[in-house]
């Protein structure tokens, strides 16, 4: 089966992402109302498989200089673990605005290893945060 990423919002299925967002242990609390509102104002990636059904999901803020947030990486069931959340974090990692910026950040509390083999680093004593820090100190 082949997959593709799409930032067209409209293609979302908005009702899916948030079901998938609040089923995680980041969004628990997040009404379908503010979920629509991270995705207003976020850039989104919606993963797709061939019958062009979603079956992922995730977002960034960046003011495309300075810093990159990237949130809500989601696999839908039942596709998950077959190495789409890397096709998608490298997606947004080969984006322009991304590839630029002096910070990229993240959180997780359980997929370390997904995000260091793309050069994320722990963030301090932190146990959530990770980051690429391009930034030049002198």
């Known amino acids: 089966m082949e997959f593709y990423i799409s930032e067209d919002k409209a293609k979302l299925d908005i009702e899916k992402v948030h079901k998938e967002i609040k089923a995680t242990y980041w969004g628990g609390y997040r ?5 629509k509102r991270t ?3 976020s850039i989104c990636f919606g993963l797709f498989n061939s019958d062009d059904e979603q079956i992922g999901f995730a977002r960034v803020l960046t003011d495309s200089v300075v810093f990159a947030y990237i949130m809500d ?3 839908f069931d039942p596709y ?9 974090i490298k997606h947004i990692m080969d984006r322009p605005d991304v590839q630029t910026v002096k910070t990229v950040a993240l959180k997780t509390k359980d997929a ?8 994320f680093e722990r963030v301090g004593n932190s146990e959530m945060w990770l980051a690429i820090d391009r930034a030049k100190y002198d």
């Open 73 to 75: 990486v989601v696999i």
């Open 80 to 88: 998950k673990g077959r190495g789409l959340g890397k096709m998608l």
């Open 39 to 41: 995705i207003d104002n």
């Open 31 to 35: 009404s379908p109302e503010e979920t």
């Open 112 to 119: 370390h290893a997904l995000y260091e083999a793309f050069g």
